[in-house]
């Protein structure tokens, strides 16, 4: 019981070693602050396509 408790607690330290900085840097990229200017980019790329391409012909 002893071994399975010390090889649970050992990965969960590993997982956190490796995957806390990742976490932390996607957590503050998508802040609240900046998530209105990441959606403001993506719809003016959404919709800034040229008139005469999205026109589809049949």
Not at 18 to 26: A, N, R, V, W
């Amino acid at each position: 019981m002893l071994l399975l408790i010390f090889f649970i607690s050992l990965t969960q330290i590993f997982s956190y070693w490796i995957f806390e900085p990742l976490t932390s840097f996607l957590t503050d990229l998508f802040e609240i602050k900046i998530l209105p200017i990441l959606l403001l980019f993506f719809f003016i790329f959404l919709f800034s396509t040229n008139k005469e391409e999205s026109n589809i012909k049949l």
